[in-house]
């Protein structure tokens, strides 16, 4: 078709809302401002007085993941990407550890990659403790 | 960098994430080793007994010659034979590092240029002259490595950088789409403009909030918002 033989084209006003709050988004949104949430999240709210401090991850998420090795048998809560005194971190965060679980656990701090791992499964402890100080 | 000697114009605010990363050695080393390896093929490739010409037949009875039993002159046991555990073939080592690799890989690549003082920011990459010798000097004078890596945001460049920087080997200059890894390790120095900066940090920044699950390369633009 010759561009003379093209029909005209005229704009139309259309509210397309509707149709783009359902495309997929390309990037994490930063979450509604709300004093509390059902799911029991709470957002970073930063503590300076600490000479630590633990990034959250693309989700606005607390990096503690619990690793299950050897069939079950071995189980290992981490907490990744700690900025700051790490050794700091991983002594009062086991003292907490242990004085809640009245037994010894075995840790191990990793400067490089900037992880601190709690042999056990105490992944919700840690994320409430870390809740506590605003990490 | 319209004269030799550097002046100081200003002060940049460089955002952390991107230029205060921890220098994550085995992201570094992961990139680098992906840029190597995504596109290396292996063209060795060997026969095995039944692509090697010939041995269709039986070479001698069975039993009664004293020999060895064979079935076939080409066995891997007999010289000449076809190989039974070779390399078979074109092999290509494609593979893709993570999003977040990638990406955590460029970050801690910049942090790592910028903490050993070899990331330069320049206002902008105009010449005075095209002459290749003026800009040796330039470099030296301000005490720039050997190999130097002047980064703009666009790929139009200024004529004289370009034919300055056409004379000398270790003088190269990218766009901003084009920085890898590998390139920013190779080159001593990283001069890079103040639009060049900006544009890095804000692309580096928004691919540091894409989940991984979300780093689709090709899709249709217009469809994500």
Redesign the interface.
């Known amino acids: 078709m010759l561009v003379e033989e093209l029909p005209a084209v005229e704009p139309v006003d259309v509210d397309w809302s509707h149709v783009e709050r359902l495309l997929p988004r390309r990037t994490v949104p930063t979450p509604t401002d709300k004093v509390a949430y059902p799911s029991g999240w709470t957002p970073q709210r930063g503590n300076p007085s600490l000479p630590y401090s633990v990034r959250r991850s693309v989700n606005h998420m607390l990096p503690v993941y619990l690793r299950i090795m050897e069939d079950g048998v071995k189980r290992l809560t981490v907490v990744r990407n700690v900025r700051g005194d790490i050794w700091k971190l991983h002594d009062e965060l086991k003292r907490h550890l242990e004085e809640a679980n009245s037994r010894y656990i075995a840790s191990r701090v990793n400067e490089v990659s900037l992880y601190v791992q709690f042999k056990g499964e105490y992944v919700q402890q840690v994320k409430d403790w870390l809740r506590e100080r605003g990490l | 960098m319209d004269s030799a000697d550097e002046r100081k114009i200003g002060l940049l605010e460089l955002h952390p994430e991107v230029f205060a990363a921890?220098p994550?050695?085995?992201l570094i080393h992961d990139n680098v080793r992906w840029q190597r390896m995504y596109r290396q093929v292996d063209y060795a490739a060997t026969k095995t007994r039944a692509e090697v010409r010939g041995g269709g037949r039986k070479p001698h009875p069975q039993k009664g010659g004293g020999r060895a039993r064979a079935g076939s002159i080409r066995s891997p046991l007999w010289k000449g034979g076809g190989v039974s555990h070779g390399p078979r073939g074109p092999k290509t080592h494609f593979y893709m590092l993570s999003h977040?690799a990638r990406v955590g890989g460029l970050c801690a690549t910049l942090s790592v240029k910028l903490a050993q003082n070899d990331l330069h920011v320049v206002r902008d990459l105009d010449l005075p002259s095209a002459d290749p010798g003026r800009l040796q000097e330039l470099v030296e004078r301000r005490y720039w490595g050997p190999s130097v890596l002047f980064v703009d945001d666009t790929d139009e460049m200024p004529e004289n950088l370009v034919r300055a920087a056409d004379q000398v080997p270790h003088y190269n200059l990218l766009p901003v789409y084009g920085l890898n890894v590998f390139t920013m390790l190779k080159h001593d120095t990283l001069v890079l403009t103040v639009a060049a900066v900006e544009r890095v940090q804000e692309r580096l920044l928004?691919a540091?909030?894409?989940?991984n699950s979300?780093a689709v390369k090709h899709t249709d633009a217009s469809?994500?918002?």
């Open positions: 921890f994550k050695l085995h977040s928004r540091l909030s894409i989940h979300m469809l994500l918002r």
